[in-house]
């Protein structure tokens, strides 16, 4: 059965004018200097909390707003595949000799250039992310292909915008998620997936390639599960800032690379954690849910560790889920890998976009319960309907678990910033005064 291929009778190339050149080369510019405004900002304020510095994530710093990265893949003749969500399998890209780029922005300087084509009234992560790829910015410039899982009506609907840019290649989701009815829809998906790539690349996938790649993914997850491991034992060792940075680093960086430094950091995390075993006095440990929190703009998880609370887990796309999940094999043929790289990205993700919520909110309690957190804060993103639509499920639950929710409705800009640090520092004197250790539950479950 030869590809699905876009309809091509009414692609327009785009080709910017001089004058958007202008403006693009300045985009470009203030999302650099956005990030490294983010690092510093990182810095400043763990020094003001007396949390201990840590020379291992510099490395991390040095991939987001740095230029050795870029450089790298600047050089690169391999292609480079931008995924605009986690439910693309990286194992497959790099198994077909590309270089994997996961792309999801959350500057906002990058709007207005994306509303010249986009309307106003889609995800900002779609406009943001988008922005950048038109206006010239590194990373998302460099890719010479895409791929957009159909997550939600925007990226639907992006997916045939960006056939003016570069090739794209659509992953189509089923909204039920029953193993029984669409695993093998799954899994014809992912086969497809698979033999775009091989067209892209001009290189054959067998099982040789697949094994190899999967085992440099799986050596990846099970140096990000021993850190999430020792930050259940250490919470207050590595910030939720400091978590995402290692995390976010990975969109983009060389994988092997990426896990040796990580080793690396949970070497000197352990030799705190042997100095410093016990959380400091006023130890405010909380959870954060809800939309994804996108480089560079950490808004929120800026808000949070700044009024004195510490984000110790997380249930983020862009966070801890990006890289939990191991691809498990059970049998080592090309069909049995593709089977098991088809269940890993089926049932890993805890995305809103499915019918059913209950994996998410199981998985909410779960990490409130190991983490011991005094709360819980959800990031609800202006337009991301799916995350707004499970707030009133996630508040109930929550109630009957007696831990308290802070519901924050935001969006990318910053002109809220002191109406969220008002309403989060209110909703962690609340936790306060209802009193407890960090192995108690705090407050009677409501909602700020």
């Known amino acids: 059965m030869p590809l699905w291929e876009f309809d091509q009778r009414y692609r327009r190339p785009r080709v910017p004018a001089q004058g958007a050149r202008v403006r693009d080369e300045a985009v470009a510019a203030e999302a650099r200097q956005a990030a490294r405004a983010q690092i510093a900002r990182m810095h400043a304020g763990e020094a003001q909390g007396g949390h201990a510095s840590l020379p291992a994530l510099t490395y991390f710093e040095e991939v987001v707003a740095g230029d050795g990265r870029l450089a790298e893949l600047r050089a690169t003749s391999a292609p480079k595949v931008a995924l605009f969500c986690n439910f693309a399998p990286e194992e497959l890209v790099h198994a077909a000799g590309a270089v994997p780029v996961r792309v999801c922005a959350g500057f906002p300087g990058s709007i207005a250039a994306a509303e010249q084509v986009l309307p106003r009234d889609i995800c900002p992560l779609v406009k943001s992310t988008f922005g950048l790829l038109t206006s010239g910015a590194e990373p998302v410039s460099l890719c010479d292909a895409a791929v957009v899982p159909l997550s939600c009506d925007p990226k639907t609907k992006l997916a045939q ?86 995390t976010q680093a990975s969109f983009t960086d060389d994988v092997a690379r990426w896990t040796d430094q990580v080793w690396a950091l949970l070497a000197e995390l352990e030799g705190e954690g042997a100095r410093q075993p016990e959380p400091p006095a006023g130890f405010l440990p909380v959870l954060l849910t809800g939309a994804p929190v996108a480089w560079p703009n950490w808004k929120v998880a800026n808000v949070i560790e700044e009024a004195g609370a510490w984000v110790v887990a997380d249930t983020l796309c862009s966070g801890t889920h990006r890289l939990f999940d191991p691809v498990v094999v059970d049998e080592w043929t090309t069909s049995g890998m593709l089977r098991a790289l088809a269940l890993r990205y089926f049932s890993a993700p805890i995305c809103p976009c499915f019918v059913q919520s209950a994996d998410r909110m199981d998985r909410v309690i779960e990490l409130s319960r190991d983490f011991h957190v005094r709360g819980v804060i959800s990031h609800n993103l202006r337009l991301c309907q799916p995350t707004d639509m499970e707030t009133t499920l996630l508040r109930e639950v929550l109630k009957e678990e007696k831990i308290p929710l802070l519901v924050l409705q935001t969006d990318l800009g910053l002109e809220d910033v002191e109406q969220l640090k008002t309403r989060v520092e209110a909703f962690l004197e609340m936790t306060v005064e209802a009193g407890g250790s960090r192995s108690e539950r705090a407050g009677e479950g409501k909602e700020m």
């Open 161 to 246: 915008v960006l056939t003016d840019y570069l090739p794209t290649w659509v992953i189509d989701l089923p909204g039920r998620r029953d193993y029984v009815r669409d695993m093998p829809v799954w899994l014809s998906e992912i086969r497809e997936f698979l033999r775009w790539l091989e067209k892209l690349t001009g290189k054959s996938v067998g099982r040789r390639q697949l094994r190899e790649s999967i085992g440099l993914f799986r050596r990846r997850t099970e140096a990000f599960r021993a850190l999430f491991n020792l930050r259940r034992r250490y919470p207050h060792l590595l910030s939720g800032r400091g978590a995402l940075l290692v």
